[in-house]
Structure formats: C-alpha cells, structure tokens
C-alpha cells in the first residue's frame, strides 16, 4: 500500500473553438483509490465528465473558446495492489477466458499482432507459460530497444520498432503488447503516471491477463510497477491520448509529475525478479 | 420492414484440440428481431454462448477434438429498419456526441485515419456536412476501387487499398470507414449477411454515426442497405471474424446465404439515391 | 546559357576512423561545362575521385581520422541547355527506348511505381502522351503536397507521400518519379544546386525520359529549371546522398548557395508554361 | 568445371500489341562460358538483343501482335568457378572497394537496408569478418524463414519478410541481401537457373562482394552453387524480371530446367561447410 501525488498542467493556445477531450484524470478502481482530487481550468469553463467503455475510462469533456487555455489536474491516490508470487501465476486458457478479455487478443492499430505472430511463436512459444514468459518478452523487449526520444512519432507501429530497434515508452508497451497477443495472452496499453520517471511525463505501460487477472508491467523499467497510477485503459495507445482535440489549439507548455506522499521505499525496476502486481 | 432467412454451413478438418470462437449469429436488435434460429454441431458438442462489448456482439466458443466438425448456423430474422430521408440527416459534433461513439474517430488496424486524415480532409473537407458526405465517401470508394477477389488478404489495410485501388467487400468498407474518421465523423464495421450477394458469402460494411444514430451504408454497392443482416459490429474486421481459431484446424467447406422470405423487392443498391437506413 | 556559382561549405566532427564519400561535385556533361572547380579539405587530405555507374557520377573519397573536418567545395558552371517547345516533344514507346533507359521504368527504394502503377494509371493513364503528361504529374504532385520542412525522414517513400500529403524537396521528386513510371515514362532522380533556392540548401529535382532525351523538371517549383545544376543522378536519393559515411562522424554544420553569376533573368518557376529544357 | 543444359518455355496469350522485354537468356562471363544457345519464337519474330548496364544484362526486347507466343530458349553453359577456401576470404573495407560496387551498399526497392540496418548490426555486427559473416546471415535467414510457395507476392519486401518469417527464393535472397549491406557488405541479387531445383522453375539467388570478388550464396540451400547458372544481376527482382510486359498478355504456361550434362556430382546445398565459389 502506497500513497501518490499525480500532478498535470497543461496550457494550450487556443486559436477557434475548439473540443478537448481529456484524459488525464487518476483512475477509481478496486485497488487504486482516489482519496482526493481537483481539476482547474483557467479561464473558468465547464468540463463535462464521463466514464467510457468497458473499462470505465474517465474523458473530460471541454468546449473552448479562442484563449490560453490552462489544465491543471492533481490527485492523491492509494494503491493497493494484489502482489502475489511470480511462480505461482499460469496463463488462461483462450477455452476459459471471460469473453470480454477475449479482444485484447485483436490486432490493433499500433499493436499488429497478426503480422508478428510468427515471430512471437519462435521467440517466445517455447517457454514455459506464465508470468516469467510475459517477463520474458518484456526483458526481450528492454533489451532489444534503445531507449531514444524523438525516434518515432504517433504512426509509429510495433511492427516498425521490431525492425527500427529504437522508441520511446509508448513503443515498448506496444512492441510487448503484441508479442503477448502473439503467443495468445490478452494483453493491454495503459496510460498513467510514474513514480520517479525522468524525464517527468505522463507514461506509458502495459498490462497482461494471466490466471484470470491483469498484471501490470513496465518494459521500459524506467519505473517500478508498484509506483503506477492508472488513468485509463486502451488496445494501445490510439484510445488513451491524453488529449484529443477537434479544433485548432497548440501545446505550449506540459509538466507532469508524481512521487510518494508517504515516503516508503519502491523497489528498482531494473533490479532481481520483481513481484506480480495487479490494479486491475 | 422484411424478414430474412440466413443460413451459414461450415466444415472443418481439427487436427488437435482446438478452441473456435464463432460470429456467425444474427444480432438481435431493436431494429432486427431474431424470429428463430437454430445451431447445429457436428459432432454433437456443447457452445458456450455470450454477449460481448458494449455493442454486445455474440460469440460461440467451443472446444474441439480432432475430428471433422459440421457447424449449420440458421435463423430467421425480422429487419425494421428506421429509415429517414437522407436530406434530413446531419452530422454529430464532437462536442455532443455519445462518449461511447468517441472510440469510433481513433484508428484502428485496418482502418489507419490518422494516416489518412489529410487526403480525407482534402477530398472531402469542404462536402456539406451529413448523410450525403457519407454518402460521397462511399460512392468515391465505389468509383475508385475495382472488386478484385484475390487481390487483397487479411493484413491488408486502408492504407493499402488506397494506393492500389483493388479490393473486396471488406476493403470497401474499411477504406470508407477510414475515410469518415479522417473527417471527424465516427464509423465502423458490421459483419453480416446479404440478401442477393454474388457469389454468396458472408458480408462486411459499415455504419456512420449520424444526427444521434447509426446509419448503414455498402460502399461495394453489391446488396440493398435494407437487405443486410447484422451479425456484429467493430472498430473494424479485427474484431468481427466469423470464425477465430486457437489450435489447429482447418476450413474445409463454407457455405453461406441470405434470402428474403417475404418476397418484397429490395431497391437495387446501385441506382438513385439510397434512403438513410439504421437498424442499429 | 548561363553560368552560375555554387557552394558547398560542410563540417564534421569526426569521431573515429571514418571514411565518406562526398557527392558534392558538379557534373561535366555536353550541356553542363564545368568552368572552374575547387574542393579545400582541413586538416589536408587527399580525396580520390571517381566517376562510378553508366551515368558518371562523381564521388570523392576520403579516409579521415578523428579531427574537425571541413569540406569546402566551388564551382563555376555554364549551362548550355537543349530547350524545345514543349508541344513538340512526346513520348517514347518502350518499343524504341535504349535499353539502358528501361531501368528508370523499375521501381526503386523511394519511388514503388508497382504500389502506385494503377493510382497513376487513373489519374493520368488518359492524358495526351508528352512533356504535358509529365507537367501535368508536376503540378498534381505540387497542388497535392504541402512543402513542411521536417515532416518526412530519410525512409519516407512515395507512397507513404501520397498519403500524408506532405514532404520536402526530396519526396516531391520521388512521387513525381513514381507516377512517371507508372504511367511508362522512365524516370529518375537528380541532386544538384538550385539558384535563388529558399532555404538555401542542396536541391532534389527529377528528369523524365520524352522523345528520346532526359527532360529536367522540378515539382517543388521553388527554382526556374533553367537555374538547375546538376550533381548526380539516380533512380532515387538512395543513389545520390551528399555524404555516405562508414565511421562515427556528425554534421555540425552545412551551407550550401548557388548564385547566377552573368546576371541573366531567370523566369519564374510558378508561372506560365515552362520550357521543355534538358542537360543530360 | 562442370556443363549444364538450362531450358525455359514460356507461353502468352497477347490479347493486343505488347512490347515484352525477357532476361532469360544465360550470361556469357568469365567463369561461365556459353558453348550453345538456341532462342525460338512462334510465331516467327524477330527479337532484339542487348547487353545493358555495367553488369551486360542481357534482354531480348520484341513486339508483339495478338496471338499466341511461345519462348523457348535453350543453352549449354561451361562453368569455371573460382572456388577459394573459405576461410582465407576476408571482406573489402569501403575504403578500398571499386566505386562501382559502392552501388550495391545502397537500399533498393525490395532489400529496403536503411530499415534493418540495427537488425543486422545487432544480430551480426559483432561476428569476425569474412565470408563467414555471410554465410552466418544465409544460415540465419535459411533457419528463420519457413519456405512457402504463395506466402509473399511481387510487393513483398525483406522488412515483410523479416516480420512473417515465409518466403520463397526471391524473399530469401532480398533478406540476405539486405542483412548484408545493414553491416557493410556490398550484396545483389542474381536471376539465374539452378540444378536439381525442385519444383523446377526460374531461381533467384545473391552474390556478397568479399575481398574483392562477388561470391555466390544460395539461402535456400535448394541447389548447390555450384549448380547456379547466371543470367544476369541487379540490385533486387525488381532488375531481374524473366519478363516484363507494356500491354496485355497472359502468362499461360512456363517450363523451366536446368540439368548438368556431364553427369558429374554437385555437393549436397545442406551439407558441410560449403566452398566459396565465384563466377562473376
């Protein structure tokens, strides 16, 4: 159980009317709790909140007039993960999969997995079936990509960093995400903040089904998975933009952060077998 | 209002256990009302049934031992489609529409509109907004594409079609699926039946999100929008195969027909202006 | 006839052994007379001079060690060119080109004239044949594109061009090269200097293969054609980058002008019709 | 040394003037000497014959009105082979490498090199130099890919293939090819006839430059190199077509073998270490 600060502005320049959806608010699950939490547009406008889709994805909603737009979001949230031992976590079988986990198993527009299927088989097909073989695919993953901002861009698919061997988080999540569809386990993008991730940003991660659960993961290891607050849930990145706009407005200025408010020590990611941890 | 008779036949050779999940049976709809239907199995075998997503599209799951599998889909349906004059029908703006519509504007595997946004924008940007920009997009890929059987397969997309102007149904109705989205009005796939259709097989087309509904549209112009028998819908074919597959199988024989049953003519989807159908 | 100043001034740090090869040098042809030509090399090295492949290009090879390189190259140029009406000059049948022109038909890394044979095929399969269907191609591309500095990368291709509608010089020429050959007009590329270019830089431009002689045209319309030096050519940029480098080096700093240096008017390349001028 | 027949017939429908241009006449070179060739046309044409290219491509170029053609070319070809010890051939540095085989560094349209440049240094970056390296990257492609008649068409490019793991001789050779210029090494791909190929029919191999030669490699390993008669060589397919058509005709039937005439043994391609052998 751990407490975190999450904290977003944005300002834009906004230059005709313009509709913002925003997607930038701290998830309220079962096990992330959101103990507090205020959103602060200046000048004062309405937001129009909803939660979308299966998965309860919260959008705020904004209709804005030409101006300087800020967006400031903070919350406080409690998580409190389901950890369990890493052996101890099967994968599910396609026979006895709730039929709702069934399309993060599709193809999706960043996450191709019917064009790397064969490739997923031959690399991870023979491993034992579990959590270590989704590890396994991230640790291939984190090894295999540098780590480069500025490499790709928002058309940038999984298929393209499989060849290009270069990303940023949103790519890592996507190229490990369709390696897990590949080989048959439901797999999932999820945006959200990070704990300590430099440089601050809002982040990008991924989660599998296994032994009737989401598990989260981080192939990036720029972050501890029990430091990752959720905001929202997607088949990649394509349902999870922090903002999407119908208009013409431009991002000036973006600072994100988060940290512990209860100064407990998170593990290394990048250290020893970590554990299995749902929010889900 | 019609009823329809649907009829789907399929053969395969399971070489080892395999888990088949189907989509082959009719919706059933406030607008198309399932009289009766029946599946049949060959060996007698039990189907999990299940009503997926927020759009609840029907699964069957089953699994299979080695052996050669028979599955006879056949329903009768009632269709009472609500039919408007095209004229009459506007466009949603974001800013009102339903935020379940939302995930229907963000790209998707086949259907790249973030690829294909600006050549959307230049041909069809300065259309009066509505049914008949719908309609303009369909008629364009109708003009521009050849109906070529062959010419494409299952990891072709949009963007693909596009360039080499070949395709089928389902090319079709992605390119135009596509093509919406880049002008900011939400699309997606339907798979279905079709009365008529040469040769006979099972149907892929689209739905515009329109002045508050779905509205049906058949860029292959092959059947009449008022013949067509909803299966499920999608952010494209990804999510709708008729059939999905883990194991080891293979289809050995496919036959699949849609008649009317109530011998009223349907309109020859080829000529005139069509009339703004929903059955969504 | 005109003569004109070009220059080139590139620098690089130079980390390891590195060996580049330069195509800086303008080309000696019958319409293209090298006056005057100088390469200074600091620190001093000695470059070796080729010209490689049925075009004769030039190269200049150097094996540099770790060091702060500059290359500073001038040159003085008189352009005879061969111009003719446009209306007078056709096309060749593939029945009669020299066979050493065919391969300007294949498709190359840049320009996928098999991708995009039947999108040309549609857009100017009907035109009359001749120095007007390549204009026509020229203009399509030029009305179509927007010229966005940084909107592409070194793998852009045409047909990733054609869809986002964007580019720069470079890909302006390799769509127009794309659609040559795909109506069967062979087609290739050239790098040169370009007067009165804006910003100034290396230039990308394109010749077409009519009744029996390479034509000189420029999509991007940002210089007269009569103002065009010619560098190299190729069957796309894969073929004539300014520097190929095995090593680790980096571009610290590029200027490149080429200026008229008799005085002559050259007309302006956005108006009226151009002449058919050929250098080859 | 040994003597092969190679035999090709083709037949076309030509449903209206077609000019077709056929490279399928054997290579007359230094290590591989034309002792016979015989090329017959029904009904009778005349062909023309050039040798185009720094290479000498050899193309028969004819026209033709509707009816049906039939092609058959014969030859018996002397190969001399320069067969080195593998172990005693190093790689050419790009420093010293004649400009002409610089042109074969360069990505093409199907061995897109730029692309897979990380792929191949990370996978065989690190190996010692030589025709080992090469004969690495043929066995790793030999390994990855599955041979699959109808998996890839004439789009297919290496970075496809690279992803689907199928292929036939063309996709082998393109992906090796690229995997060898991504670390440095000069590679093209050669049309040509193969002994003992099953199912009988034109074969496509690669040649790597190795210090200061072309060697040949074959990575399907369907036919010894030995057994590999030469027609000629370009960058990719796209330069080696047996034939290509402006027009319209139908390819109706096509028999191609090559057979060795002096009954000697040609080694097993799966077997052992094979010899480095030369005949460009």
Redesign the interface.
């Known amino acids: 159980m751990s407490k975190i600060d999450v904290h977003a502005d944005l300002k834009y320049e906004v230059r005709c009317e313009t509709?913002f959806?925003f997607q930038i608010a701290a998830a309220h699950t079962e096990h992330q709790t959101l103990i507090w939490e205020q959103l602060v547009l200046e000048p004062k406008l309405e937001a129009e909140r909803?939660?979308?889709?299966?998965e309860g994805n919260q959008?705020h909603?904004l209709?804005v007039q030409p101006c300087e737009l800020k967006v400031s979001y903070q919350a406080n949230v409690e998580l409190a993960p389901n950890v369990n031992r890493p052996t101890s976590v099967g994968e599910s079988?396609?026979?006895q999969m709730p039929?709702?986990v069934?399309?993060y198993?599709?193809?999706?527009?960043y996450c191709?997995s019917?064009?790397?299927a064969?490739?997923a088989f031959?690399e991870f097909g023979q491993l034992p079936r579990g959590f270590s073989r989704v590890q396994a695919i991230c640790d291939w993953v984190f090894e295999?990509l540098d780590y480069t901002p500025g490499s790709t861009n928002?058309?940038t698919t999984s298929?393209d960093v499989?060849?290009?061997?270069?990303g940023v988080c949103r790519d890592y999540a996507h190229l490990a995400i369709t390696l897990c569809r590949g080989v048959?386990i439901p797999a999932r993008y999820v945006a959200g903040y990070a704990v300590g991730l430099q440089p601050p940003d809002f982040h990008g991660f991924m989660e599998a089904f296994l032994d009737g659960q989401w598990y989260l993961f981080d192939p990036t290891k720029l972050a501890p998975v029990s430091g990752l607050v959720r905001i929202g849930v997607g088949?990649d990145a394509?349902?999870v933009s922090f903002a999407?706009l119908?208009g013409d407005a431009v991002l000036i200025d973006k600072t994100v952060w988060a940290s512990q408010s209860d100064y407990q020590n998170l593990p290394d990611p990048q250290s020893g077998g970590p554990p299995a941890v749902s929010t889900a």
Chains 1, 2, 3, 4 share one sequence.
């Open positions: 509709v959806l909803y939660h979308v889709g299966l959008l909603r209709v079988n396609t026979s039929p709702e069934l399309t198993l599709n193809p999706s527009r191709q019917d064009l790397l064969r490739f031959e295999h928002s058309s298929a499989l060849l290009q061997r270069t048959g088949r394509a349902d999407t119908t």
